[in-house]
């Protein structure tokens, strides 16, 4: 009988700690849902600008001074406490500039452009460091659960984007609209269809995001994104017959090099690179804010 007492007694003082825990491992739940707003830079990794050397597509390619404004702002959703969605609106300016290259094909060819870019992206995220609902006061010497101030996670998505390639004939000149002109004989050759300016996107990156409260935060996010599209910055095949331009402001932005060479840029030379596509990428500073959900997990405004 005293057995029984105390397995009861001792169950009894179990059971508390038991629910506490369960609750704590739950408190996730009166907080899946989050907005979040952001403002950070872009870049572009494509044909045109880059570094002293002939085009790689990749990082060492990467022209600092063409980073441009972003901004972000977003829905997340978490399934569980290690997965969640985010959805995001995002906008940024993508440039790139041959007179910044010092390699000389690339700067003979003397092609610059710069195109806003608008993008609808989903990604579904995955907590390498989780973030924890802990103890709501951060006072000294107060003990309570608090949990893990920093999260980390990494994301891959899909998404569409809408780009428009501009160009100006001269410095200080108003910029023209490129793939209405088609400076590649897009609509003019028959194997060259014009190119489409709504594209898909396949966001990868990483991110960081540090808790300041029970509710707000803030975090930084970077993210390269792959295109299926070659003609971001309007450059990708050769070049044509110039004397198929009726358009004589596509015939001048088709080909601004100085001519000096002629050969370099005649009919049927090469242009750009149809073998790599272009990329771009975000890197967003964050602020976050946590919604409180009922037992539906829906947010309570």
Partial sequence: M???????VLFL????????????????????????FGIGA????????????????????????????????????????????????????????????????????NLSFKSDIFELASNMEFSIIKDQVGHRYRLKGVRGQRGFEMAVYAFLGVGVFHFN?????????????????????????ATRKKYSRLQMAFPIGIGFKYTLDRRWG????????????????????TYVDPSLFTD?????LADRSDHSYYYITSSGAQRGDPRHKDAYMFAIFNINYKLRTGRTSYPLF
């Fill in 2 to 8: 005293k057995k029984i007492i105390t397995y009861v």
């Fill in 13 to 36: 003082l179990v059971l508390p700690m038991l629910s506490s825990g369960q609750r704590l491992r739950n408190r996730w739940k009166s907080t899946r849902a989050e907005v979040h």
């Fill in 42 to 109: 872009t870049n572009f990794l494509g044909e045109l600008g880059g570094a002293n050397q002939i085009g790689t597509h990749y990082f060492k390619d990467f022209e600092f001074s063409q980073t441009r404004l972003a901004l972000c702002a977003g829905y997340r959703y978490k399934i569980t406490s290690g997965l969640a969605v985010n959805t995001n609106l995002s906008y940024g300016q993508l440039a790139g500039n041959d007179n910044l290259t010092t390699e000389f094909f690339r700067s003979y060819r």
């Fill in 165 to 189: 390639p501009k160009a100006q004939l001269s410095e200080g000149g108003s910029y023209v609209d490129l793939q209405p002109i088609g400076t590649e004989g897009q609509g003019v050759v």
């Fill in 218 to 237: 803030i975090g930084l996010e970077y993210g390269l994104r792959y295109t299926f599209t070659d003609y971001i910055d309007d450059v990708s095949k």
């Fill in 248 to 252: 004589p402001v596509a015939k001048a």
